[in-house]
């Protein structure tokens, strides 16, 4: 351990690092930062014997990332974290390191040190992914049976805007124009009252509705919309009885829809719904074919794709960059992309 390194626990210098964080990046990142970084606080307490980042070595980060290698922190059981989740981690300790270089509670180098996954293309790719197809069935039948629920508005939302879960969730009655011709929700950055946009205001934008999704988001306003307000005094569009719906909330909705049994759908895993654990209310993410608003993200760029939109148009309609649309969210088949390649040359 250098002399020229200043004591410090490893608790308070990632507080650190996330303080100086707010003051040059989004607090989405912020928030995977600090999330990311408690299994390495953890190794140092429980694993390592560290409660001085003085004392951190390479050999310390290499003996770190075969324990979360290795599913260390890890909730679910698991033989060996994904190489994507690991990459990740690592990124964000490398990132960590180089503050507290910065602060001389390490030498400035070390971060160096940390060892990266390499990670082919596919392993940077999410195989989690909502057949297009499933949609309108999922849609029909919320439609049918419960028209203007909480349920149908999260889904209504996500699939017909594309917009991210905190995006959908962070929605209030005044960013809504339902009246007239051109319905529209406007997506507003609003990180000092708990609903930041994930770019920031580089996030903010309008969106047009369908006169059809405006209804369903009236018709749900005048009906079984809790009247409330959230811990800041805003009124979300969305409501439980707490205030404005929580995230895992919303994921429910998309973990419970996307079950073929749940929409009277033949179970595709030779399953009997009256016997099978994943119909339980805190299970419904453990079904095979259950999936995420992101999965629904993903597959509602897939469909304007096949169905002819420009790129552009859909990285302005969902706030990503083309690159990001086609590496992460346009999940077409090469048959799909082949035909999409076909129309517009015989166009």
């Known amino acids: 351990m250098s002399d020229d390194l200043d004591p410090i626990p490893p608790e308070r210098a990632v507080e650190m690092h996330l303080e100086k964080m707010k003051e040059d990046l989004a607090e989405w990142t912020q928030t995977t930062h600090r999330s990311e970084l408690r299994p390495f606080v953890e190794w140092c307490r429980e694993e390592g014997g560290i409660d001085n980042m003085n004392e951190i070595s390479g050999r ?63 392993d ?7 057949d297009p197809a499933r949609a309108p069935d999922i849609l029909d039948y919320l439609s049918r049976y419960e028209y203007a629920s909480r349920d149908h508005v999260l889904w209504s939302l996500i699939w017909h805007t594309g917009a991210r879960l905190g995006a959908a969730r962070g ?15 406007e997506f507003v950055h609003r990180p000092e009252t708990g609903t930041p946009l994930k770019n920031d205001e580089r996030s903010e934008r309008v969106n047009r509705i369908s006169q ?3 209804q369903i ?21 969305v409501t ?28 595709p895993h030779d399953e009997d719904p009256e016997t099978c654990e994943f119909t339980a209310f805190r299970k419904v993410s453990g079904c095979p074919s259950a999936r995420s608003p992101h999965d629904a993200r993903k597959a509602r760029v897939t469909k304007y794709r ?17 690159d990001v649309l086609d590496k992460h969210y346009d999940r077409a088949s090469e048959r799909e992309k082949a035909d999409r390649r076909w129309r517009i040359i015989q166009q």
């Open 60 to 122: 310390d980060l290499y003996e770190y990332r075969i324990w979360r290698r290795e599913g260390g922190y890890s909730k679910s059981k698991v033989d060996e974290l994904a190489k994507k989740t690991l990459h990740s981690n690592l990124s964000t300790l490398r990132s960590f390191l180089k503050f507290c270089g910065q602060i001389e509670a390490v030498p400035s180098d070390l971060f160096e040190k940390v060892p990266l996954v390499k990670l082919s293309r596919s």
């Open 124 to 130: 940077e790719v999410s195989d989690s992914f909502l």
């Open 171 to 185: 929605i209030d009655l005044r960013d809504l124009e339902l009246d007239g011709n051109q319905p529209s929700i």
């Open 212 to 214: 059809r999704v405006a």
């Open 217 to 237: 988001l009236q018709d749900y306003i005048d009906g079984p919309r809790v009247e409330t307000t959230d811990d800041h005094g805003r009124s979300p569009l």
């Open 240 to 267: 439980t009885d707490a205030g404005r719906v929580s995230a895992g909330t919303v994921r429910k909705a998309f973990y419970r829809w996307t079950r073929p049994c749940f929409i009277g759908k033949e179970c």
């Open 306 to 322: 096949n169905d002819g939109v420009p790129r552009g148009v859909v990285s302005d309609q969902l706030n990503a960059s083309e």
